[in-house]
């Protein structure tokens, strides 16, 4: 038997001593797109701009349905609203998440039909509105 040694620096970690193969992906910023385009490219129609989704919805149907409420929002508050059903039924989207300039970014390139106060923090306030909204009829 060999001596191994493993110097590990933070994030999550799994040591396996009687793995036969290990894989681990790292998407990071630009290189998400990237990646995620090369799969998107044969396995659906969806435009370039949609393919980052995929970080947050697994399944291919739930994308595309969601997309296309997304295109047809004419208001940032319509907006907001789409984006709560999301984070309702995908747990990669969390209520933080979802009030994150990353997060808010994917949806400016694919909402041609708003036309004023389409900016990262206006949409950010409607979605703390609709929120707050949401929180105050639950209870």
Request: charged share 25%.
């Amino acid at each position: 038997m060999s001596d191994i040694t493993i110097t590990i620096h933070g994030g999550n970690n799994q040591i396996l001593p009687n793995a036969t193969e290990a894989i681990q992906n790292f998407y990071v910023g630009e290189y998400c797109g990237e990646t995620f385009q090369e799969e998107g490219d044969g396995r659906s129609g969806l435009m370039p701009e949609t393919i980052r989704f995929r970080a947050y919805i697994n399944k291919e149907e739930d994308l595309e349905r969601y997309l296309a409420q997304i295109v047809e929002c004419r208001t940032v508050t319509e907006l907001a609203q789409v984006i709560l059903v999301m984070q309702e039924n995908e747990p990669k989207i969390t209520p933080e998440e979802m009030v994150k300039e990353r997060f808010i970014r994917l949806f400016l390139p694919i909402t041609p039909r708003i036309t004023k106060g389409k900016s990262v923090s206006n949409i950010r306030a409607r979605i703390n509105d609709a929120w707050s909204s949401r929180l105050r009829h639950l209870t």
